[in-house]
């Protein structure tokens, strides 16, 4: 069961990264945070593949010295999380400084952890590591190395997600940040029980269970919490731009089904919902200065914008331009222009005529 969990994990990581490395290539702009995502999930994957005893017993080099993956598997994850916390740094705008500091204790982690391995030279036992080793000199040394630097990047990320989680707004950014929170706490538990075990065996004092299926659980419940998270803060501003493109979708219809020469791409072509969104963000707003000649300033003051858009429109498909239009239009706030158009929608119902409607 533990192995069936291991695998999933591995295949669930691998299908990550290659889906981001195809976001990644396929976007001309490439962020930081989406390089450092990247990074981490590809890490942490190469971290969680090499862990399969199937898999590095068939390694030669793995295969003569068993225990040395429990060298490569913990750096492979340290990598990971050091981009993991550069990601979120990124995402919190912290400083030039605070990058500075997270690099020094990344290669600060690591320079130990490779150094007491050395020096500890521990046997071909590498499925229940802690418990055959603990004992022997330095080799509880590296294991609080890099559970010291574990749990340092979980704390920092714990910190950083509990600050902006109350200020995100309602939806999947909020959901990824609550997530990771929940993930640091876990791996808190991962952190603490691995080091508890660990120094219980160098002081003979051995906990009646196996270290490596509980870590192994632990580490893996974090990996999934994190994924799942960091999914939901990929996608948020995509789910929040769909759900605007479809609010705004109706008023857009409308106008071009009695202006066709607004679009610069016809309905229907396939596009990136950003570039969707912002073509029809703009061609409403074009729509709406084309309407110049059909506008009724009395209905606008008297009824708003919506019923003035309704009209103007029904006045457009009926070519009938009203006497005295205005010269121009009020400014329209962008940010509004959802409430606009459900408020339009309701109006057009009942007042547009039906091949203007949305």
Known sequence: MLRAFHILVVVLLWACTAYRVFVLVRRPSRSFGSVAVCFALFFLALGFTVGLPPLYLRI???????????????????????????????????TVRATAVRI?????????????????????????????YAKAPFVTEYLLAYL?????????????????????????MRFALRLWSIASLVGFAYTSHKAVYALGTRLDVT??????????????????LFVVGLTAYL??????????????????????????????????????????????????????????????????????EAAALVAALAAKARDEPVEDGPAGLPALDVAGLPALAREFRTLSAAGLPARARG
């Open 207 to 224: 906990p009646p269970w196996q270290e490596g299926p509980v870590s192994t659980t632990l580490s893996g419940l974090v990996l999934v």
């Open 60 to 94: 030669p080099w793995l295969a003569e010295a068993p225990s040395l993956v429990r060298l490569v598997q913990p750096v492979f994850i340290v990598v990971s999380v050091f981009w993991l916390n550069m990601f979120v740094v990124h995402a919190a705008g912290l």
């Open 148 to 172: 010291c630097y574990f749990a340092f990047v979980l704390a920092d990320v714990f910190r950083l997600t509990r600050r902006f989680a109350g200020g995100a707004q309602e939806g999947p």
């Open 235 to 304: 996608w948020g501003p995509q789910i929040e731009q769909y759900r605007t493109y479809r609010t705004l979708r109706p008023l857009w219809r409308a106008c071009y089904d009695v202006m066709p020469g607004i679009a610069l791409m016809p309905p229907g072509v396939r596009a990136p919902i950003d570039l969707r969104l912002y073509r029809c963000v703009i061609e409403i707003l074009d729509g709406r200065l084309a309407l110049r000649a059909y506008w009724d300033t009395r209905i606008a003051e008297r009824d708003g």
């Open 104 to 132: 020094a204790a990344a290669s600060g982690a690591l320079v130990a952890m490779i150094t007491l391995f050395l020096l500890a030279s521990p046997g071909d036992d590498a499925e229940d590591f802690v418990r055959a």
